[in-house]
């Protein structure tokens, strides 16, 4: 599991203390609901500035207190800390963060839209780590379970209710 702590990606730190979450039904799944410059997915650079750039839009643009993210992970199978585990998102739509853990896959709604294999099993990464380290349960579902949005586009959701099938390409076995 390859896994950037906030330091390595240079969050900028939460302005206040995070709510405590101990156990989660699950995870729900979002992309950015924006353009996805496709040239991110050959060059690793830009997927840290996307990141700083989505943690500055939800801090300055929401007024949220961070990223509303628990976990990010980018077509390179690596997974960035946002909120992190333990600790309520708040990217799920009021009233709906309590239950489930939040994962950004960074495609989005036009430039890269498909997630790459190393997409994939870093989302499955990053769900397995939620299950270690932040109680979070079996439920996988998309942000548009329960909210009323497109999120997380058509080519993620298909794979969630598909079972989130482990892509054939994996070598990690
Ligand atoms: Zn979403
Ligand atoms: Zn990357």
Redesign the pocket.
């Known amino acids: 599991m390859s896994m950037l702590s906030r330091r390595d990606w240079g969050a900028r730190p939460p302005k206040d203390a995070y709510t405590t979450l101990n156990r989660t039904k699950g995870v729900k799944i979002?992309?950015t609901?924006d353009h996805v410059d496709p040239a991110l997915a050959r060059e690793h650079a830009k997927c840290v500035a996307t990141v700083k750039a989505i943690q500055d839009h939800h801090m300055d643009g929401n007024g949220w207190i961070d990223i509303g993210y628990s976990l990010v992970v980018c077509p390179h199978r690596t997974i960035f800390q946002g909120r992190g585990a333990g600790h309520l998102p708040a990217?799920n739509g009021a009233g709906l963060n309590s239950d489930h853990y939040a994962i950004l896959g960074l495609v989005g709604t036009s430039g890269l839209t498909q997630p790459p294999d190393d997409l994939l099993l870093g989302i499955l990464d990053a769900i397995d780590y939620l299950r270690e380290h932040g109680g979070a349960g079996k439920e996988i579902k998309g942000?548009r379970d329960g909210y009323s949005?497109d999120?997380?586009g058509e080519a993620l959701y298909t794979w969630i209710t598909s079972g989130t099938p482990r892509p054939t390409s994996d070598d990690s076995r």
């Open positions: 979002h992309y609901g990217a942000h949005t999120c997380p």
